[in-house]
Nanobody
Framework: QVQLGESGGGLVQAGGSLRLSCAASGRTFENYRMGWFRQPPGKEREFVATISWSGSATSYTDSVKGRFTISRDNAKNTVYLQMNSLKPEDTAVYYC??????????????????WGQGTQVTVSS
């Protein structure tokens, strides 16, 4: 089992920045690919970003490319999502997720076995 806990959400004006953190406990953190997903109000959960086990490879959904950066610190068992130039359409509950599986589609929420409780990000216009 892996336990995940997000922090860092809040209310920010458009154009501002936030950094989300996700602390993991339990199994060996570096054995897990990590992802960030979000669920806007009234919509389904969607992929935001993912990072490989070592942190050498990342991928983003098109709407956040150039604005968001995913990173991880395996010594601290933590994954981050730096969000810059925030827009009102970024408003959502943000979730971190972990998977130990290989040969998956990293953007597929179904590929992730462990989820945090979520943190609210609200961007005002």
């Amino acid at each position: 089992q892996v336990q995940l806990g997000e922090s860092g959400g809040g209310l920010v004006q458009a154009g501002g920045s936030l950094r989300l953190s996700c602390a993991a406990s339990g199994r060996t953190f570096e054995n897990y690919r990590m992802g960030w997903f979000r669920q806007p109000p009234g919509k389904e959960r969607e992929f935001v970003a993912t990072i490989s086990w070592s942190g050498s490879a990342t991928s983003y959904t098109d709407s956040v490319k150039g604005r968001f950066t995913i990173s991880r610190d395996n010594a601290k068992n933590t994954v981050y999502l730096q969000m810059n130039s925030l827009k009102p359409e970024d408003t959502a509950v943000y979730y971190c997720a972990a998977t130990g599986r290989y040969y998956i589609v990293p953007r597929d929420a179904g590929a992730y076995d462990y989820w945090g409780q979520g943190t609210q990000v609200t961007v005002s216009s």
